[in-house]
């Protein structure tokens, strides 16, 4: 029988603040060299799709 680790409740993500965080990877865009735009829109793109499905799922 396992016995679960004390420590704080597991609270669940905000998907809004993914979002903000996610959509924050373009910041500064413009500055930075055109061959670094690629990685960063699917750096993003990633972390949309992944506050989309944390959001569908109820946070979880």
């Known amino acids: 029988m396992t016995v679960p680790m004390p420590g704080p409740p597991l ?3 905000d998907p809004l603040d993914a979002v903000e965080r996610a959509v ?7 500055d930075r060299p055109l061959a ?6 699917e750096r993003v793109h ?7 499905s944390a959001g569908s799922s ?3």
Request: glycine residues 16%.
């Open 24 to 30: 924050a990877g373009l910041d500064g865009l413009a």
């Open 11 to 13: 609270r669940p993500a």
């Open 46 to 52: 990633a972390a949309l799709s992944d506050a989309l």
């Open 36 to 41: 670094e735009h690629v990685e960063a829109y």
């Open 58 to 60: 109820g946070g979880a």
